[in-house]
């Protein structure tokens, strides 16, 4: 009587199995279309916050409820004019403004200045004693609604709105619409070793409203 209801559970949990695969595969992708990504850095724009090679997972949802903030490490679908490959590529850089936001280079400690508040960035890129400007060349712009100033954190590196703004000065070239971007990046997960979480350094916090 054991052995039989033994067999029983065997053929119930092979039987069952391709079901439950079917179910984790079918969970596992739409937790990739819809919530989260995985993403690695192909560039040194964004270093040393991001290097070459590091993996990064991405929330792919939380944009679906509020627009993206100041600060903000974020992947988007780049413009054409930002692309080397003509199919399409995503990129990643942080928000350093939003619709409305005034954008000025620089102050008398050459700092960005938003919303005529100085912007301190200890992220920018930095090696061996030499710290990357915060822009090369003297700006002062305005961002338009529904809209984002992208730099990367390697800014002599970096493809991003300054560069395409400087090349341009066509500020819808320059920024990138809201509804491009996929996601927020928020942790490094490997190598083990770079694990971290990407989180909105502190001096963001004393930027005010646009108009404010």
Known sequence: MIDEQTDKRRSSFWRELPILLGVAILVAVLVR????QTFYIPSPSMEHTLDIYDRVLVN????????PKRGEI???EAPKD????PDGEDFIKRVIGVGGDRIVCCDAEQRLMINGQSLDEPYIFSEGG???LAA???FDITVPEGRLWMMGDHRSASGDSLEHYERTRDLNIATIPEDAVIGRAFVVFWPVGRAKWLSVPDPF??????GG
């Open 33 to 36: 279309a819809f919530v989260l």
């Open 82 to 85: 930002w692309r080397s490959n």
């Open 130 to 132: 030499t710290t990357d």
């Open 205 to 210: 916090d004393s930027i005010p409203s646009a």
């Open 60 to 67: 792919k949802l939380v944009y679906d409820f509020r627009s």
């Open 74 to 76: 974020v992947v988007f």
């Open 136 to 138: 090369d060349e003297s």
